[in-house]
């Protein structure tokens, strides 16, 4: 019996052992650290980063339209050359005797011209004698035919005068016909000539095209021919030389991705790095964003064209340049580091979201907090605009008026609330610029555009509350530079206590069980029962 109780007691004290162990193993696991920064305020600037190659604005190829041998080369690269220049020359033997060919073709042609001329002078000198045999047959026809009528001689004299009338005639048709062969002989002869000058023409444009000449001011930056290499011009002109136009005003033609296209303008301020010139920023603006797409292996690109002054001379065209575009700047805003938008916790949801409210308008300046929405698009005109006391307060006016529609939305459908609100935002900027003077309304049209371009996004992040446990938020982004995010909160909100400047976020969620190395400790992470 006794050993009987003893055996008990022991398998007693395991169980109550490997239950304690257990719990305390499992209490240890689900035992969690939260990782945590505090919310901060600052400056954040939007950028879009890309990459592309150093090019001179103007680049010229010079070519050849004619096929021979280099007999002469002129420059070299790095060569500063003029307009007109002479680069290089091919061997012009075989052209030379193609323009003597050409002249002597042109000299039988005007040859040729003249025999025609003088055989329409001589067909015409025929026309002359034809005529006169003519007169001379009319005059004797009509001394015959009055004889005839005198009855002194017989009929038939007259009638051999008139058909000496009638052959002089056709004789006369016949040579006018000569004359006018021969003048046909002429033009021909002159539009011999034509074509043959055009053919000496083309063969002394040939002569001159041996002689390689820069078409423009500039720089060799390439040359592709050797002194005593053929060339040969079929259906495309070999590329002779490269010429830079000018490499004091040189661009960046940098590949943009499709989905950050949309954030760039002409004019704005670009930097960008070299790999030659380590820790040194080269200052451009964006000139051109061209419309054709590249797309390699279904990536769409788009190009910007950046361009820089380089009075120094000291990029090089083909550099690979490191673009960074700023396509948008806040100032004094809230952020968040961008780690603290991945976290997420199982269990911990936000707050029921309350019903929609009216953004509310300060009546004065002094009296409007920084934050986004109407409040800070109403401090952004009466600041940059440098609106009077009386625009000021009819730019206030215009909100207090506007108030009670605002908070008449909620009386709206949901889906109906933000087509709504966007008529009443449009409505309260055309006043507003009934108020200014021709000289504020493009300053104004230019804030209205880039609030329209200051789109926002969803996201949530959690708070560590009073108690030490996680609380949800969800919450509205603005832009990022890809550390941190910009953190949108309305003064209206029912957050805006919480999710406020030092506020504790949560970036990171480790358990006990994880050793600092990140590596699970030797305990099983679900503890077995010790028997």
């Known amino acids: 019996m006794k050993k009987s109780y003893l055996m008990a007691s022991v398998v007693a ?16 696991a689900d035992a969690v650290d939260y990782r945590s920064v505090k919310i901060e305020r600052g400056t954040l600037q939007a950028t879009v980063a890309a990459s592309g190659a150093v090019n001179p604005v103007a680049l010229v190829t010079v070519g050849t339209q004619v096929s021979g041998q280099i007999k002469e080369l002129l420059v070299d690269f790095n060569s500063e050359v003029k307009a007109g220049q002479l680069l290089a020359r091919i061997d012009p033997e075989t052209f030379e005797y193609r323009v ?22 001589a067909a015409q000198a025929q026309v002359s004698r034809a005529q006169v045999d003519l007169d001379e047959a009319r005059r ?7 004889l005839v009528e005198k009855a002194f001689i017989a009929q038939s004299e007259a009638d051999k005068a008139r058909a000496l009338v009638n052959t002089s005639t056709e004789a006369l048709k016949a040579v006018q016909a000569q004359v ?10 002159q539009a011999t000539v034509a074509q043959r000058e055009a053919s000496l023409a083309q063969a002394r444009i040939d002569l001159e095209r041996t002689r390689i000449t820069s078409p423009v001011n500039g720089i060799v930056i390439k040359r592709a021919i050797e002194n005593g290499q053929t060339v040969a011009a079929s259906l495309q002109a070999p590329e002779l030389f490269i010429i830079a136009k000018n490499l004091r005003d040189m661009q960046v033609d940098a590949s943009i991705d499709e989905s950050d296209v949309g954030r760039l303008t002409v004019g704005q301020k670009a930097s960008f790095t070299v790999d030659a010139f380590p820790g040194q920023t080269f200052e451009g603006e964006i000139r051109q964003v061209r419309k054709a797409a590249t797309n390699v292996a279904n990536v769409v690109t788009y190009v910007a064209v950046v361009g820089f002054s380089n009075e120094a001379g000291k990029l090089l065209p083909g550099m690979t340049a490191n673009v960074r575009v700023v396509t948008d700047v806040r100032e004094n805003v809230l952020k968040v580091p961008n780690a603290a938008l991945r976290v997420r916790i199982a269990g911990v949801e936000p707050p029921a979201a309350p019903a929609a409210s009216a953004p509310t308008v300060p009546a004065t300046p002094a009296s409007a907090p920084t934050g986004s929405g109407p409040t800070e698009f109403r401090n952004r005109v009466v600041k940059e605009l440098q609106l009077g006391e009386q625009q000021t307060a009819q730019v206030d006016a215009i909100y207090a008026e506007s108030r009670p529609k605002f908070m008449a939305l909620r009386d709206l459908a949901p889906e109906d609330r933000a087509k709504a609100r966007d008529r009443l935002t449009s409505d309260i900027r055309a006043r507003i610029a009934d108020t200014l003077t021709p000289d504020q309304k493009p300053k104004f049209a230019a804030l209205v555009a880039e609030a329209a371009s200051r ?12 108690d030490g446990k996680p609380k949800a938020f969800n919450v509205r982004l603005g832009i990022t ?9 309305s003064a209206a909100s029912p957050d805006a206590g919480a999710l406020k400047e030092g506020a504790n976020v949560i970036v990171g969620v480790q358990s006990q069980a994880m050793t600092k190395s990140g590596a699970p400790k030797s305990a099983a992470p679900t503890p077995r029962l010790g028997f």
């Not at 004290?13 to 240890?28: C, I, M, N, P, R």
């Not at 003597?100 to 002078?121: E, F, G, I, K």
């Not at 926002?456 to 560590?464: A, D, K, P, V």
Request: zero cysteines; aromatic letters at 6%; glycine letters at 6%.
């Open 13 to 28: 004290l395991a169980v109550a052992a490997g239950v304690y162990g257990w719990w305390s193993q499992k209490s240890a």
């Open 455 to 466: 789109t926002s996004t969803r996201g949530r992040i959690y708070l560590m509350a009073d």
């Open 481 to 489: 530079d890809g550390t941190n995010t910009e953190l949108l909160v």
């Open 180 to 189: 006018g062969v021969a003048q046909a002989q002429v033009k021909s002869a």
């Open 140 to 146: 004797d026809f009509e001394r015959k035919q009055s």
């Open 100 to 121: 003597r060919s050409a002249q002597a073709d042109v000299d039988a042609a005007r040859a040729t011209v003249l025999t025609a001329q003088a055989n329409a002078l």
